[in-house]
């Protein structure tokens, strides 16, 4: 045994000195790609000559902002007599003229009525049966005028709201006529060119999100698990020109439920990008490393805690 041992340590001296061997962190990975989150091919939702292009390729814009404009002449002339006919809806919801004229015309009647009343009390069949039906007729009449004058002005009052919604969707008319951005982004292509005719769905622009992206990678299923990774931050590394890098920080937001072979399972983090002489660092396309920091040392004295 010990001239085996003996040879042994002279064959390793002999050999010189050997490699450390060294266990790779599973939540370190190279060669992860780097992916757009968000892009859009914004469209025309509206068929008319394409009037006012005011996006270029390469600028930056804000969700919401006019890119494009549909000729939509004929649209603010229909939203401009919408305005004037809610206008005069609302004129005739509050004139209760004629509820307030019928009501004085009642009361009259009714008064005439009871005068009439009392005359015959005093002085029987000084005004005949006739006359009194008559003055009866008109008290009626007058309650009638004003329960219809009332019923007009509530009518009044719902035309407000049919003159709102025709208001209403003349602006949407308007509004799909114009063009907006549906994201904070850059416009990356233009389809179209002004005077140019579009029909509904028809692409204009191309955009795409730069100021949040995706790395993706895939995990050994064997060394780490996906309750160890869900939800955990991350650094990014890129190479830029000139031998130069940078971290990015981000998040772990997917976990895929599926392994695929290898074993493997893939994870997506989303990163926040930043800009350098008005140009995004970060871009589709790269290739990047990503650490995730699965071991963090709260989580490990929990998990020691309870091991107790």
Same mark, same amino acid.
């Not at 091919?41 to 509206?46: G, L």
């Not at 603010?76 to 307030?100: C, F, M, P, S, T």
């Not at 049919?162 to 292509?189: F, M, N, S, Y």
């Given at each position: &045994?010990?001239?085996?041992?003996i040879?042994?340590?002279? +064959?390793?001296?002999?050999?010189?000195?050997?490699?450390?061997f060294?266990?790779?962190?599973?939540g370190?990975?190279d060669?992860?790609l780097?992916?757009l989150i968000?892009?859009?091919?914004?469209?025309?939702?509206?068929a008319g000559?394409l009037?006012?292009?005011n996006?270029?390729?390469?600028?930056?814009?804000?969700?919401?902002?006019l890119?494009?404009?549909?000729?939509?002449?004929?649209s603010?002339?229909?939203e401009?007599?919408?305005?004037?006919? /809610?206008?005069?809806?609302?004129q005739?919801?509050?004139n209760?003229?004629?509820?307030r004229?019928a009501?004085?015309?009642w009361?009259?009647?009714?008064?005439?009525y009871?005068?009439?009343?009392?005359?015959n009390?005093?002085?029987?069949n000084t005004?005949?049966?006739?006359e009194?039906r008559?003055?009866?007729?008109?008290?009626?009449?007058?309650?009638?005028?004003?329960?219809?004058a009332?019923?007009d002005?509530?009518?009044a009052a719902?035309?407000?709201?049919?003159?709102?919604?025709?208001l209403?969707?003349?602006? /949407?008319?308007?509004?799909?006529?114009q063009?907006? +951005?549906p994201?904070?982004?850059?416009?990356?292509?233009?389809? /179209?060119h002004d005077?140019?005719?579009?029909?509904?769905?028809?692409?204009?622009?191309? &955009?795409?999100? &730069?100021?949040?992206?995706?790395?993706e990678a895939?995990?050994?299923a064997t060394q780490?698990?996906?309750?160890?990774?869900?939800?955990k931050?991350?650094?990014?590394?890129v190479?830029?020109?000139?031998?130069?890098t940078?971290? =990015?920080?981000?998040?772990?937001?997917?976990?895929?439920?599926?392994?695929?072979?290898?074993p493997? =399972?893939?994870v997506?983090?989303e990163?926040?990008?930043?800009k350098?002489?008005?140009?995004? /660092?970060?871009r589709?396309?790269?290739?990047a490393? &990503?650490a995730i920091?699965?071991r963090?040392?709260?989580?490990?004295?929990?998990?020691?805690?309870?091991?107790?």
């Amino acid at each position: &045994m010990q001239l085996t041992t003996i040879a042994l340590t002279a +064959a390793l001296a002999l050999a010189g000195p050997q490699p450390e061997f060294s266990i790779q962190d599973p939540g370190v990975v190279d060669g992860c790609l780097v992916t757009l989150i968000d892009e859009a091919e914004v469209p025309a939702q509206e068929a008319g000559v394409l009037i006012e292009l005011n996006a270029s390729e390469g600028q930056q814009v804000a969700k919401g902002d006019l890119l494009a404009r549909i000729d939509d002449r004929q649209s603010q002339k229909l939203e401009e007599i919408a305005k004037y006919k /809610l206008d005069v809806a609302h004129q005739e919801a509050g004139n209760d003229v004629n509820v307030r004229y019928a009501t004085k015309t009642w009361e009259v009647a009714k008064a005439e009525y009871q005068q009439a009343l009392e005359t015959n009390k005093k002085h029987a069949n000084t005004i005949p049966a006739i006359e009194l039906r008559r003055y009866a007729l008109k008290v009626d009449e007058a309650a009638l005028q004003t329960e219809q004058a009332e019923h007009d002005l509530k009518i009044a009052a719902v035309s407000v709201s049919v003159r709102q919604g025709e208001l209403d969707a003349a602006k /949407l008319d308007v509004e799909r006529r114009q063009i907006t +951005a549906p994201l904070d982004g850059i416009v990356v292509k233009r389809h /179209l060119h002004d005077g140019e005719w579009v029909r509904p769905g028809d692409p204009v622009l191309h &955009m795409v999100r &730069m100021d949040r992206l995706r790395i993706e990678a895939f995990l050994d299923a064997t060394q780490i698990s996906p309750g160890e990774v869900a939800g955990k931050p991350v650094t990014v590394t890129v190479s830029l020109a000139h031998g130069r890098t940078e971290p =990015f920080p981000g998040k772990v937001v997917f976990v895929s439920p599926s392994v695929e072979a290898g074993p493997r =399972f893939l994870v997506k983090a989303e990163v926040i990008n930043r800009k350098e002489n008005d140009h995004w /660092l970060l871009r589709p396309g790269q290739n990047a490393r &990503m650490a995730i920091q699965w071991r963090q040392s709260g989580n490990l004295l929990g998990r020691s805690e309870t091991q107790r």
